[in-house]
Nanobody
Framework: QVQLVESGGGLVQAGGSLRLSCAAS????????MGWFRQAPGKEREFVAT??????YYADSVKGRFTSSRDNAKNTVYLQMNSLKPEDTAVYYC????????????????WGQGTQVTVSS
């Protein structure tokens, strides 16, 4: 059974940092098939970051502030979030087993339960 478990969310002041983790079990996923999304209250789930074989893609809204990385030995991906803004407040999800456009949530088969990130002004 595939499980994705996110952790690392919390409350932080604007300008602060958080690091999210997503540990996958039940199967090994390549970094190119995993991604990060977020969903703010009243808004649709939106793409945050993902990897391809040679590049990492970020949403324009987080480019230069967020960094996605992976520890293959731990089957875990990370999202380092710096210079956080109140508009980054959302539930953050990791997703795996992508088949299709990397920025489309429908392309991912497995999802974690999400972790809340709240940025105060």
């Amino acid at each position: 059974q595939v499980q994705l478990v996110e952790s690392g969310g919390g409350l932080v002041q604007a300008g602060g940092s958080l690091r999210l983790s997503c540990a996958a079990s039940g199967r090994t996923f390549s970094s190119s098939t995993m991604g990060w999304f977020r969903q703010a209250p009243g808004k649709e789930r939106e793409f945050v970051a993902t990897h391809s074989w040679s590049s990492t893609y970020y949403a324009d809204s987080v480019k230069g502030r967020f960094t996605s990385s992976r520890d293959n030995a731990k089957n875990t991906v990370y999202l380092q979030m710096n210079s956080l803004k109140p508009e980054d407040t959302a539930v953050y999800y990791c997703a795996a087993d992508r088949s299709g456009s990397y920025y489309a949530s429908a392309s991912y088969r497995y999802w974690g339960q999400g972790t809340q990130v709240t940025v105060s002004s």
